[in-house]
């Protein structure tokens, strides 16, 4: 069964600094994809950014990047010059075709000014 | 617009009742997702569906029901609510590499 594990429960960062936020999965397949989800105060699931396992290269979506390293099973999010408004719960989420996905736990980001 | 709906976002219950939450999507997906989302916490897997007429349990199917008679619709019956059953609740469809979340729906019971 796929696991997907984000190791960081909370993190805190000044504002413009860069945090990255891990997560790690556990799969035997080959062709998948893998989320990232934004989850402010409002409860609304925001999708950040989204990542195909067959790509090599890393997603980006304007302050928003990935590492992903398929060999490793991991798929760390960056968020470069962070905002204020990036204070949220982030998601790892991991899907196979259209299967079941599976969530992480969690990380509670919040930026300092 | 093309999504998934919920519907209520809101509601009361009193220890006992039983209330549906509804789900539809309009995007002919086959896979269809109950999640609740307790206070801080992350999301668990109530129910899912791979499509019409076939429905499987998740981590905490306990104290629910669904039902899945159409593509589009995926009904979650809460029988004799509890206070455990206090939480947010999503509903989310799939895609090969897409997915779809409602807004939530916020169930208290009291």
């Known amino acids: 069964a796929q696991t997907v594990t984000q190791s960081q429960p909370e993190m805190s960062v000044q504002e413009a600094e860069t945090v990255t936020l891990s997560c790690t999965y556990d799969t035997s397949e080959s062709n998948y994809y893998l989320f990232w989800y934004k989850q402010p105060p409002s409860r609304q699931m925001i999708l950040v950014i989204r990542q195909e396992a067959y790509k090599q290269q890393n997603a980006t979506e304007n302050r928003f990047s990935v590492n992903f390293q398929k060999a490793a099973k991991s798929f760390s999010l960056k968020i470069s010059d962070s905002q204020l408004g990036d204070t949220a719960m982030y998601f790892c989420a991991f899907i196979q075709g259209a299967q079941k996905l599976v969530f992480g736990q969690g990380t509670r980001l919040t930026i300092n000014p | 617009n093309a999504g998934v709906t919920q519907t209520p976002k809101f509601r009361i219950l009193k220890i006992g009742q039983s209330m549906t939450l509804q789900c539809a999507q309009d995007?002919?997906?086959?896979?269809m997702y109950w999640y609740r989302q307790d206070p801080g916490m992350g999301l668990k897997l109530i129910y899912y569906?791979?499509?019409?007429?076939?429905?499987d349990k998740g981590e905490v199917p306990n104290g629910y029901n669904v039902s899945r008679s159409t593509t589009e619709d995926f009904p979650l019956r809460l029988e004799l609510a509890a206070p455990s059953q206090t939480s947010v609740y999503f509903c989310a469809s799939s895609y090969p590499g897409e997915l779809f979340f409602g807004e939530g729906s916020r169930l208290t019971v009291l």
């Open positions: 995007m002919n997906h086959n896979y």
């Open positions: 569906s791979v499509g019409a007429g076939i429905t």
